[in-house]
């Protein structure tokens, strides 16, 4: 099954943020790595703005439990990145995030992320919390996409 390449209006909330020198690699786009390093801000900063308070202090922290992009053209420096983001699913205690990539004017994504966390208790990594705290559904269930 090829996905046709995401455009702006498939995402809810908006962030720019700036590349930088140390985020381009030798072959003069960004590295892989600074794609994740970005997907997984933008979530956080929505939750951390959403909810109001240190995302780190609730009773029920989103850990990754699977993160993946998938690449349409290059970003490079020293242009500024629009990072879209839509919420697929809200399960019982896990959200899928999909964040899309854009640089330049353009309507096409250069890039696709796909974000999954899982909440777990705070003091209890390894024991999975059912349902999520509801600020957390309360914050991320308007980045749903009919």
Not at 16 to 23: E, L, Y
Not at 77 to 95: I, N, Q, R
Not at 124 to 138: E, H, L
């Amino acid at each position: 099954m090829t996905r046709s390449i995401p455009t702006r209006a498939d995402y809810v909330r908006w962030e720019r943020v700036t590349t930088r020198w140390a985020d381009i690699d030798v072959y003069g786009h960004m590295n892989n790595a600074r794609y994740f390093e970005l997907i997984d801000t933008v979530v956080n900063n929505h939750l951390a703005e959403a909810i109001g308070v240190d995302i780190r202090e609730l009773p029920a922290i989103g850990v990754v439990a699977e993160v993946s992009c998938r690449y349409f053209a290059e970003v490079g420096y020293p242009e500024p990145v629009d990072l879209g983001v839509v919420v697929d699913k809200v399960g019982t205690s896990s959200v899928v995030y999909r964040v899309g990539l854009f640089q330049g004017e353009g309507e096409e994504a250069a890039a696709e992320g796909r974000f999954v966390h899982v909440y777990v208790d705070n003091t209890d990594p390894a024991r999975p919390v059912t349902p999520m705290p509801d600020v957390v559904r309360a914050a991320v269930e308007p980045l749903l996409r009919g």
